[in-house]
């Protein structure tokens, strides 16, 4: 099933998520070579692709799991975690509709 995990940003946690940008790639691109990333990517907390010294609000991950415990897991070992980024991470199940999705 797919689950959406949305990261809440600490305040102040940009020179935190630079550091740990790489670790948390690495994590991204192991799900996408197993096939079960769908998509993932920054809440900019501006309205901008480039919200400079701004950063981020949090993240959306949409990726499949075998259970929602498993998500959780994965969620709560993200760099992003480790490293005093995300202040709340919320995992959810998900039904993607378009494209091409059958919920």
């Known amino acids: 099933m797919l689950y959406a995990i949305i990261g809440e940003h600490q305040e102040e946690s940009l020179p935190r998520r630079l550091e740990a ?59 992003y975690m480790k490293a005093n980024v995300y202040r709340n991470v919320t995992v959810k199940p998900f039904c993607k509709v378009f494209p091409g999705g059958s919920g």
């Open 21 to 79: 940008r790489p670790a948390h790639l690495e994590c991204l691109q192991h799900l996408q070579d197993q096939g079960c990333l769908v998509l993932a990517g920054p809440f900019p907390a501006i309205d901008s692709e480039a919200p400079g010294s701004a950063g981020f609000s949090g993240s959306l991950i949409v990726a499949e799991f075998d259970s929602q415990t498993e998500a959780q897991a994965w969620a709560d070992a993200d760099p």
